[in-house]
């Protein structure tokens, strides 16, 4: 498994646990856009999930599953963007799906290294 495209930002304590969790399972990433160099706002964090089939947002042990398609857009918004209304990091695009946030539990169930 490749992780498609990763936005993360550097010396951030939750995408360090997310690149740990990656290099533990030997999880290639494609393409990496650092999050203090590229922004994405609302719209254009909308444009990147929209055609999406699951969207997975993590804040703490509180996880949350979103379907693009039939989930009201502002709610997934909310869980998208962080206080200065930009996409929040980890993010993660995969198998036609997005991560969003850090939470050991959800990246052993979703993200599996299939070499092993």
């Given at each position: 498994?490749?992780?498609?495209?990763?936005?993360?930002?550097?010396?951030?304590?939750?995408?360090?646990?997310?690149?740990?969790?990656?290099?533990?399972?030997?999880?290639?990433?494609?393409?990496?856009?650092?999050a203090?160099?590229?922004?994405?706002?609302?719209?254009?964090?909308?444009?990147?999930?929209?055609?999406?089939?699951?969207?997975i947002?993590?804040?703490?042990?509180?996880?949350?599953?979103?379907?693009?398609?039939?989930?009201?857009?502002?709610?997934?918004?909310?869980?998208?963007?962080?206080?200065?209304?930009?996409?929040?990091?980890p993010?993660?695009?995969?198998?036609?799906?997005?991560?969003?946030?850090?939470?050991?539990?959800?990246?052993?169930?979703?993200?599996?290294?299939?070499?092993?």
């Amino acid at each position: 498994m490749n992780i498609k495209w990763a936005y993360l930002r550097k010396g951030w304590q939750t995408c360090k646990k997310a690149q740990e969790a990656l290099d533990a399972k030997k999880i290639v990433i494609d393409k990496v856009a650092e999050a203090r160099k590229e922004r994405y706002d609302a719209k254009s964090a909308w444009e990147l999930v929209r055609t999406a089939k699951k969207i997975i947002t993590a804040k703490g042990k509180k996880v949350q599953n979103w379907n693009p398609q039939e989930d009201d857009k502002a709610n997934i918004l909310k869980q998208l963007l962080g206080p200065g209304g930009n996409l929040r990091t980890p993010a993660l695009h995969f198998n036609d799906m997005f991560i969003i946030g850090f939470n050991s539990e959800l990246y052993d169930k979703e993200i599996k290294n299939e070499k092993n």
